[in-house]
Every structure is written in C-alpha cells, then in structure tokens.
C-alpha cells in the first residue's frame, strides 16, 4: 500500500486544487434537496451524464416525494430505463418517496443516519447530499476517489471506510468541504483508471504513484 503522505504534501496538493478550481461542484443536476437524493441514488453503476439525461424529464414534473409518488412506479420507470438496474432503482424511488412523506413530512433529513436509512441510499449517498445540499464536510468515497487516495497516498487505505476517515483525519480542515469534489474530478479526468494523465496533473511531483509518464 501506498505510504501516507505528510500534511504539508497534502496541504499544497489542496492549495493547488484549490487554485485551479475554487468552487467545485458536482456534476448531477437536481433543484433540490430531493432531487439530488433521487439523482445520486440512480447514479450507482451508472455515469453522471445517463443519469443526468434520464432525469431532465422525470424532475420537471416530479420534483417532491408527492409529486413522484402520483407518478407511480410505472412512470418512474418508463423515464429511467435507460439506467442501468432501472427497475430496481425506480422500486427505491418511490419507496423513499413514500418514507419521505410518512415519516418527514415530505422533507429531505439531514443527518447521515436518516439519509442513509432510506432505500437504495447508503452511507455514499448519503454523505453525497449532505455535502452538496448542506455544505457538510462530508467525503463520499466512489471508485475515483479510492483510487486517487490509494495512488497518490493522500488516503491510502483496503476500502472505502478506510479511505473517508483518511481523508476526514489528514486532510485540513480548511480542504475538507470541497475535498470530495476535488479528489472525484482529479480522479475522473486526470487521475484515470488504466492510463493516468501524469504528464498533465498538477500534482505529478507531489504524488507518491510509481508508474508517473512525465
């Protein structure tokens, strides 16, 4: 495993991130707290630009839980059958919808515990909406930012637990609200899966990966 670099390694990758990219977002499109439950439930196993596709009809005439519940499950169906697992996912949908108007009043909670309870939202999720939404410095660990905190040793660690309470106990705090866009986006565009992007990352001589093609 890739050893652990020190703060100020991890401070001045941070303060170049920070550089190129002050306020980084993230790139499901929702109008609200619940549409982005929705969009980032539907994101598993599935690109951000299908799940943003499948969902520019569905929210402009279902954007509370009501509204998606008098959609039905055969509607909601119908626009997401393009995602992968859309079956599954549109049963989820409207089962949260349904816990949503139960149990909160048809409000979007804000705690990781109550997120996460709901269907086919996990502790990802979860930490996904409470970052976006409510500005939390919550860090939700996808497989882009396994690999860049295993690779580049900002966070190494054998899963994604590891990872997130690496970076929640390494990185500064002064990082740590934009530290999980940063780390996606560097991990989806530059940091990529079979050939990393050495020669154009801005953290090539900060990094602690082996193979780097300058």
């Known amino acids: 495993m890739t050893q652990q ?36 439930a539907l994101s598993a196993q599935a690109t951000d630009k299908g799940v943003n ?13 009501q509204k998606m519940l008098a959609l039905g499950i055969d509607g909601v169906t119908e626009h997401i059958k393009t995602i992968g697992l859309f079956r599954q996912k549109a049963k989820n949908v409207i089962k949260l919808s349904q816990i949503l108007v139960d149990d909160y009043g048809g409000e979007v909670p ?57 970076i929640e106990d390494h990185v500064p705090a002064d990082f740590q609200r934009h530290a999980h866009h940063w780390l996606i986006l560097h991990g989806r565009y ?14 090539r001589d900060l990094c602690a990966y082996d193979a780097k093609e300058f």
């Open 110 to 166: 804000n705690s990781r515990a109550a997120l996460a309870s709901l269907p086919g939202v996990g502790r990802k999720t979860a930490n996904v909406v409470l970052n976006m939404w409510w500005g939390h410095p919550a860090q939700a660990v996808d497989t882009h930012i396994f690999r860049v905190g295993n690779r580049t040793g900002i966070a190494p660690g054998k899963d994604v637990d590891a990872v997130e309470r690496k």
């Open 53 to 65: 596709k499948a969902t520019r009809d569905l929210f402009a005439i279902a954007d509370t839980p």
């Open 190 to 203: 530059t940091c990529v899966a079979r050939k990393p992007k050495c020669g154009a990352c801005l953290i």
């Open 5 to 40: 670099l020190d703060y100020q390694t991890i401070r001045e990758i941070f303060t170049r991130f920070e550089a190129a990219e002050a306020e980084p977002k993230g790139e499901l499109d929702h109008v609200n707290a619940y549409t982005l439950v929705v969009a980032v």
